[in-house]
């Protein structure tokens, strides 16, 4: 004979209280099911929620772009004039700049006319979300972007230029910078001025053919005139 345990007898007090618990259970279910389903989903929905606007970047608003003369490698990767960026992107509602993805387009403009409404760009660069964001770096101000663009003309003469940026990001919106003006200096006058800053500017020397020959420096015998002192009294 197999050994099932003890049997488990319950009183009719027991009985009863067990009823009443049963029905009350039962009617809350009854009267509030729906909102008992309606708290179960949005507990359910809450933390899918908060991961969608973890993932939503944020939209792009305004570009701050600060440019300047500066030398670096060309597109030929030689040394080449150019121009040094800094540029930072800005949502609504915040003060710092933020990281961006999307495709960011720099327009380079050369002979810049201001008075243009409708410049033609001379060259454009064009950097893939990861392109870019290799030259992203975080200061104390937030995420900006360090960039050297090579002046793509092979003069070395003086230079009005502009630069513009443009990105499109992943949702396809395009938002531009405004135009921002950069004067390149002829390289014979940077020489010129920085030799003369140096004090080392020297006049360029002529083939043995055309040097004058210097006229000879004649020594001149000093003259003293002595001037009598007054006798003592």
């Known amino acids: 004979m197999q050994y099932a345990g003890p049997l488990l007898r319950s009183s009719p007090t027991a009985t009863l209280v067990a009823g009443i618990c049963l029905a009350a259970v039962s009617g809350l279910v009854g009267c509030s099911s729906t909102t008992l389903l309606q708290t179960s989903s949005s507990v359910l929905n809450a933390p899918a929620a908060m991961l969608q606007a973890a993932r939503t970047p944020d939209r792009v608003s305004k570009l701050l ?72 770096a975080e200061g104390t101000l937030g995420q900006s972007y360090n960039v050297f663009l090579p002046y793509v003309k092979k003069d070395k003469g ?64 000093l003259e003293s005139m002595t001037i009598q002192l007054p006798s003592g009294r």
């Open 65 to 136: 772009c600060l440019w300047e003369a500066a030398e670096g490698q060309g597109l030929d990767e030689k040394p080449a004039r150019g121009f040094a960026g800094q540029i930072m992107f800005f949502t609504h509602g915040k003060a710092s700049p933020i990281k961006v993805n999307g495709v960011v387009r720099i327009f380079e403009y050369v002979n810049y006319d201001s008075d243009d409404e409708n410049p033609i760009p001379t060259h454009m660069f064009t950097f893939d979300s990861g392109a870019w964001n290799a030259h992203r």
């Open 158 to 221: 003086h230079a009005v230029c502009a630069l513009r940026v443009e990105i499109e990001t992943e949702d396809g919106r395009k938002i531009s910078s405004p135009f921002t003006e950069v004067t390149l200096a002829s390289k014979t006058s940077n020489r010129a001025a920085k030799g003369i800053q140096r004090d080392v500017v020297r006049k360029a020397q002529h083939s043995s053919s055309q040097v004058e020959k210097a006229e000879p420096v004649v020594a001149r015998k």
